[in-house]
Structures are given as C-alpha cells and as structure tokens.
C-alpha cells in the first residue's frame, strides 16, 4: 500500500503553497547531524518499542523488512529553513508496528544508536503520519541520512525524523529529546513556525 495521497503530499499545488512560513526549496539533501554518524550494522539493528509498564516489542532487520512496506512521498522541513519537496521513502508504517500494542501512554521519546533522542506525542506517530524507512529515492538508505534506518515524521520539522533510530518509549509525562532540551520547539509544527519554545 501506497502512502501517497495526492491532496496532502501537495502534487498540483504551487510552490509558493507547499512552503511552510520562513523556509526556502532546496533541490540538494543537505546532511544535518549532531555527531558523528553512528556504524550500524542490519545484521544487528533492531527496534524496540518499550511499553510505558517496561514491557518491550523488537523486531529484527528481517522482521521488520517482512513486515507491509509502504512507499510515502513528502515534504520536508528543516528547522535551518530549507524545505525538500516529495521525498521518496520506502519503509514500514508506525501504524504496522502498533498493531499488537496495547498502551494508554499520550507520549514517546524516539532514540536513535548514539544517544539521540527525540520526543513526539503518541497520536503524531499514528494514523498514516510515520514510518521507519530504510530507502531514499529507490536506494538503501545512506548512513549520512540516517541509514541502515531512520523515522520519518514529514508533518513536523525533520529534526523530529530521529535518524539511526533503535527504538521508541512510551511514557505518560512527556520528555523534552536532545533538541527540545536545548531550545528547540517541544512540538515543532511548520506551518506554526514552531522552532523555538516560546513560537
Ligand atoms: N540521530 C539523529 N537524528 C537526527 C539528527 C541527529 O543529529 N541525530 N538531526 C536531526 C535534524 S536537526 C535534521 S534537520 C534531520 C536531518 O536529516 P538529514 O541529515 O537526512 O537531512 O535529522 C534529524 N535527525
Ligand atoms: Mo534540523
């Protein structure tokens, strides 16, 4: 299944309508890490989902690469105000890997192999809104941009979009991640221009 949709990617709208407040398109994929690029292999990647009561859901590279593989085409926005328009992902959807769960957690924190963290509410990660992807534009996800996998989170600035992601932890009170804690907007909603507490 195909995650494209023609009126919410933005296919036959102007430019000028599909840029967020303050961001200018790029037709580059500009590379935007805190740290160095972590080494992660396939043969040992693997993603956890820890339930708010510590219970915990894993998937291997294989299991995860068995799973339903969606195709989402996006804008993203970078909070360092450039915007890339439809991207092309190839990756599996939260919503796939949240069949099975049962929580009554409103929150996550998204952490990434080498110490990244993110913090995204629940209901931002479901209903067609995230995937892990693992290709960009028809190729195996680079390490640069995240790869062996990364999140994808295409409504919020893409500082959202944890690259080298590992797992995700569900939790009642919500937790500022490695940008949030430094400044950066708890929520981070483009069209709000979001970028800092206090936006
Ligand atoms: N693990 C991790 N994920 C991350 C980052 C990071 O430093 N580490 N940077 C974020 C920021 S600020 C942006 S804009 C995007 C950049 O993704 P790109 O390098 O593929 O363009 O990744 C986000 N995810
Ligand atoms: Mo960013």
Known sequence: MSSFSPGF????????DRLPPGQYPTESFPVLSAG??????TETWK???TLENGEERNWSWNEMMALP????????????????FDTRWRGVSMDTLFEDIETSADYSVAHSYGGYTTNLPLEDLLDGKAW????????????EHGGPAR?????LYFWKSAKWVRGLHLTHQD???FWEAGGYHNYGDPWQEQR????
């Open 69 to 84: 593989q969606e195709e989402p085409v996006h804008d993203i926005h970078c909070v360092t105000r450039w915007s890339k």
């Open 175 to 177: 937790e500022p991640g």
């Open 132 to 143: 892990i992807v693992h290709s960009y534009d028809g190729y195996p996800l680079s390490p």
């Open 151 to 155: 999140l994808l989170v295409p409504h």
């Open 47 to 49: 993603f956890t989902i």
């Open 196 to 199: 800092h507490w206090g936006d």
């Open 9 to 16: 990617s933005g296919r036959g709208r102007s430019a000028a």
């Open 36 to 41: 160095p690029t972590p080494k992660v292999s």
